[in-house]
């Protein structure tokens, strides 16, 4: 506002606040015992890729070590994350899920 100059210290908008929330990438890590076929599936059920994306994305982790398989909210994030760690459990495999601000 200009009253006259008495707003010392407001700041003034200069160009419109357009904040998104912050973006999540859940990231899946190899390991030496999870089976390959499990790992697909996981990708499949989890993360709704196709059986041909996941098996790719399987032997990427496998061999790279790691890999992003999807980028999200905070809150789906740790949902995913979640949901992958209790199904690894279950099932009595190391498979580890994690998430990192992106
Ligand atoms: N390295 C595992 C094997 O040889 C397969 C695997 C792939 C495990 C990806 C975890 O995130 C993973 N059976």
């Excluded at 100059?5 to 030496?32: F, H, S």
């Excluded at 499990?38 to 059986?51: D, Q």
């Excluded at 990427?60 to 949901?83: D, R």
């Amino acid at each position: 506002d200009d009253d006259g100059g008495t707003d010392a210290g407001v700041k003034v908008e200069t160009r419109p606040k357009t904040k998104r929330p912050p973006l999540y990438k859940v990231l899946i890590l190899n390991d030496d015992y999870t089976p390959m076929e499990f790992v697909v599936h996981v990708l499949e059920r989890f993360f709704g890729l196709s059986h041909a994306q996941a098996f790719d994305l399987m032997l990427t982790v496998h061999k790279k070590g790691l890999a992003v398989v999807g980028v999200f909210s905070f809150e789906i994030a740790e949902t995913k994350v979640a949901q992958v760690m209790d199904f690894a459990q279950r099932h009595q495999h190391p498979l580890q899920c994690t998430m990192e601000k992106e």
